[in-house]
Structure formats: C-alpha cells, structure tokens
C-alpha cells in the first residue's frame, strides 16, 4: 500500500510531457508538365539533428516525416518549424515520389516557418539545392522514345541556356524557338530605357555577343523592345537574322562617339578568295529601328548578298550626309562574279539627317533578281532638302520595284547606271511616286547600254519641303537600249546614244527632246487639244473631240523643209489629207491635196494661170497669187478637171468625177490647137474636161 502511495506522489510531482509546436503544411504536389499527381508520397528529412523548445525544456525534433498523396494530389504535413530548430540553419529536404499518372521524382530543399500556421508550400522558401550527389532523373525520353539511363544531362546547341537560379534553387534551361537568342541577354549594362539603353563590353548593345553564340549556319538575333547602344560596329557572318517583335519597338541608336565604316555588316569573314568564303546567305532583318545620328558610317552595308536575303519592315534614319542608310556591294575578295543576288525588301524607310546629304539613300551594286516592294527614301524633309540620288542602281538587272516613293532631293529620284558590258539589263519600275525630286529618273549608259528598262504608272507629287524643291523634274534617257517609258505628266529627253525606245508623255512639248534611233514617243494630247481612240470594225481610230484644229503629221520631226504628209481637222477647212512640201507649215511650194469631195488639187507657190501649147504646158505665177485651180475651156464658169479618153464624152467623164450631179462645162482637145469645143458630147481625141 505504501508503495502505491508512494507511485501515485512520484506521478502528480513529475510535469506532463509535451511536444515541440509544428506548422501544418497543406499543398498539392504537381507534375513538371503541369498535371496533379494521383499517388505516391513525399517525405521531408531535416537536414541535421536538432532540439526545439517543448515547454519547459526542449526535446529532440524528428528527423524524419512522411505523407501519402491523395487521388487529387492533396498532401498534408506537420512539421517543426525550422525558426525554432537550435542549432539554427536546418532546412527539410523534401524527397517526392510520384507514382501515377506517371512516374516521377524529385527533391526540393525548403525551410518551414513558424507563421503562418497553417501555411502552403510557397510559404516555405526554397533554398539552395544540397550538395552531393542528386537523385538522379528516372528517364530522359526524346520524342517519346526512351533514352539509356545517366546521371548526368547535357544540354549542347546554341538553342538552349541553362543556369543556376539561386533564388529558387533550380537549374533553369531556357529552350529558344528555331535557334533564336536574345540580344538583350548579353547586354552587361542599361535597362533598354531611351535614357538608359542595353550596352555591352564589344559597344554593339550586345549584338555582338549574341551573334558569336550562333552556330555555324546562322541564328535568329531576337530584339526585345527597347533602346540598344552602339559605339561599334557590329558585324556578322551568313545566316545571321535581327529580328524585333513589332515596327519601331526595337532601335538600335549610334552614339554619337561611333566608330567604323558601317553600323550594321553583313560580311563573310574570309579565309580564302573562294566563292564560298565571300558570298554571304540567308542574312537580313525585320521589325526594327536604326537610328544612325548623323553619324560617319553606311547604316546596313551588306557584302555579296547571295540567296534568301531579306529586309522587311526595317527603318533607317538620321543618316549621316555621304553615307547609305542601305548599302549592298561586291565582295572584292572573291576573284570570280561580282554579282549579287535574290534580294527581297519589303516596307522599309530610309531617310539622311542633314539638308544637302549626297550619298545615295538606298546603294545597289552589282545586284541581280531583286524585288522592292513599297520601299521609300527620302533625300531630306524637316531639316531640308538633299543633293543626293534617292535610290542608285549600278550594272544592277533582274530589278523590279512596286510601288513606294523616292522624294525631297535636288538630286535625282531613281539613278539607273550601266559601267560594264552586260549588266544594267532588265529593270522595271511600276507604279512609283516621285515627291519633290530634282531629276524623276537618269538611266545613264556611261561606257556601253543600259537595256530593257519599263516605267509605267508614275505618280508625281511636288509636296511641300523646306526649303522646297521648285517641281519634280522629268526623265533623262541616256545611251539606253530598249526601253518603254509610260510618264504622262513628267518631261522626256532621249540622247543621240539611245535607241528603239518608245513611251508616252502627256503634250508634245513635254518630250523635251528626242534624237534617239528608231525611237517611238506618243503625246496623250496636244496642248489644248483632246482625241478619242474608237475601234470599229477591227480597224483603229482616232477622232478630234475639238474643232480647234489639231493635226496629224507624218514627215520628219527635225525638217519642217521637207515632205510632209497630214491630216487636218481645221474647222472650215476644205481640205482633208495632203501632201506638203513644207517650211513654216501652210502650203509653200508643191502639194497634192485630196478634198472631201474626192477631188486633187495642185498647188504651186504664187500661181493662178496655166498655158497649154503645142510643145507642153508652162504654168505661170505672179507676186500675189499662193494656189491656183486648173480650169478648162474659155468660159466662165470654173470647176474641176478631168481627163477624158477617146471615145468617151466630157459629160460621162465628168458624172464619173462628181457622181450623179456631176456635168460638163466645156472641153479642150489635147491637139495643141487650144480651141475650146464648145460642147461635152464629142468623144474624139483625148480632151480636157471642165465640170461643175
């Protein structure tokens, strides 16, 4: 009894166990691919022995605790927090083992906090992964197809970047679409602000850094939005391609300290002088501004562009005065072809900084297979005016050009230049305006022909500059071979060096002047005169719509002392077609002219009377007569001639002359006797018929 007595004092002396305080955590464990997983389990581990407080004292904490996943990938667990935990910097390593819908495992290191309680898994921060060998993956598969085994994974190509995120305690592989890599990435400096823009160590806002990751074939360089500087230039090899997200959301800006030939270089770094080592592939950009500055370098300068090369939606501006804001020339390190090729623009916009710029906007030379579509240049607009060609064509063919404009230049708007023997061959231009431009077009064939050049739909626009330019000027035609030029509305001269060129201007006066070869110039309309053109029956017309009296002439346009055949729509006029010999345009010396009754008069200068005699006929003028009309007979009464044959009486011949109205007058026998026969019905001898 005693004893029991004593058990029951030791027991209410003692105190009442108690356990340390645990945080409950509640989450639902997910898969990589996003899925909730539907079993298995996750055990948390501390990392090392500790000792939390349990009241009045402390007590050892578990090192180790377990939880089943639920169906929908709920789990539950009560844990010491670590903030609690002497000695202080433990951390739980929680091992996940999924079973379904696949299989899957992992470990994260977190550290568990006091509040809130109860908390989710975000609540407890991830730590840094613990040294040491990791569980390995269970299976790496590609494509679905499953791989040996490692425990090691390597990530190799440029396409994808891993690195260690402290802050999560993950390795991180960023995986780029189609070998794209972000420029803005490999910036060590700015913010990409306007006032802070991406720099880099090689003075290319990282561009140049970007491009060195590409692999041999090239690589997309992504520009994110934003300000990009350069102090350098940045240059690249084949396959490289810049590329913004929208027009203008990416610009590249020069600082005003630049340094080098052009900004932006497609160049084929050369090993050797093969065609390989120069040409340059694949290359070009879409989606971004670059702002040139004014300074001392092309803007984009491309080496032997050769196949799948491309600018769309690309602006360059503030160039600087002698400099292209494109520019694509030879590589003169390839012995062989200088020629170019299979170049596609598209939407793009260039303009110089500065009043008075020469160097050419756009810069082609040697091209070949080109397309500009909707391509505009401007020479200058709110500084000024340039001096410069807005776009420059050299031994270039194959060259098509849709639409867009070449505008504000003292100097030319599109400049077509042959240097060499069979190149410049082949160009059409459909379709462009010419706004404010000294020159409209100069096809220039220097030492041999520039070929086969079509312009059609031209558009002038005079716009309004300052300085303005007075108007657009017209084409100049220059040792060109074939050509057709469609410029109503614009001025033509053609050189003594061209040949078989044909077009169309609107009023004679515009065709400046034409001393081309076999050349075939149309004015729409004379000035203050209109035609209609009617087809009728397969043959084609051409009308007055004016009695003003526009003409048509035949005859050579560099003699007005030569024979001349027109038509005249001269109101009044008693004559249709006729047959000149001309010096001021009205009837001058010889002429045969057909009425619209059918009849032919002879004229000669200052003549009114004719003599036959027995030897011939002698036709006698005096100072104030200009034409005569041949009459027969003595009588008064004069009218038309007509010759009769023997056996055929005046009267027939006559009715034959006039038609069914015609009659005779009198008659002259052709014997040399001059004796007037006084009537219509002999019918001997050949006579001389008068008729009325």
Known sequence: MVKRILLSGLLCTLPAWAAPDTTTINWTVVLPNAAPATSGTVMATLSSAGTAPDGGSSSVVVSRTSATIAGNGAVTMALVPNDIITPSGTYYIFHYDVRTPTLASWNEKRSVVTAPDPALISDAPLLDPPTGTATPVSTVQDEGSSLTRRTRLNFTGKAVACSDNTGTGTTDCTVVPNGTIEVNKYATGGSGTQGSPWTSASGTGGLTEAAATCIATGCKLHLSPGYYKLTAMASFGAGVFIEGDDANAAILVADPSFSGASILRWKNPVSDNSFAGTAIPGVGGRNFALNCAGVA?????????????????????????????????????????????????LNTYAIHKNAGATGAVYYFQNMQEMTMVNVKGFGGYATGTGACDVMYFENCRGVTVIGGAVAISTGTGIHVKSTATGYSIGLVFDGVTFEAVGTAMLIEGVTDYVQDVVVRGSRKQEGSVNPPVASTGGFVVQRLNRGYLDVPGFTMTVDANSSDVSGRVANL?????????????????????????????????????????????????????????????????????????????????????????????????????????????????NATATSFRASAGSTSTAGQTVWAKASTACSTACTSLLGSGGSCSDSVPMDGTNTPLGNCSSTSGLRLCECY
């Open 297 to 345: 370098a092309h803007g984009i300068d491309v080496f032997k562009a050769y196949d799948a090369v491309t600018f769309d939606t690309v602006t360059v501006v503030d160039v600087g005065d002698a400099y292209n804001a494109f520019r694509f020339e030879p590589n003169t390190a390839y012995s062989g072809s200088s020629v170019s090729q299979t170049l596609l623009m």
């Open 509 to 621: 006066p515009d065709l400046t002047s034409d001393s081309g070869t076999r050349t075939q110039i149309y004015a729409t309309q004379d000035t203050g005169h209109s035609w209609t053109q009617h087809a009728f029956n397969g043959d084609l017309g051409l009308f007055p719509n004016d009695s003003s009296g526009p003409e048509i002439h035949y005859g050579h346009a560099a003699r007005t002392d030569y024979w001349r055949a027109f038509w005249s729509a001269a109101a009044g006029s008693e004559f249709g077609f006729q047959l000149r010999y001309v010096t001021t345009g009205a009837v001058s010396k010889r002429a045969a002219i057909f009425d619209s009754a059918g009849g032919v008069h002879l004229y000669y200068n200052d003549v009114d009377t004719i003599v036959t005699t027995a030897t011939g006929v002698t036709i006698t003028g």
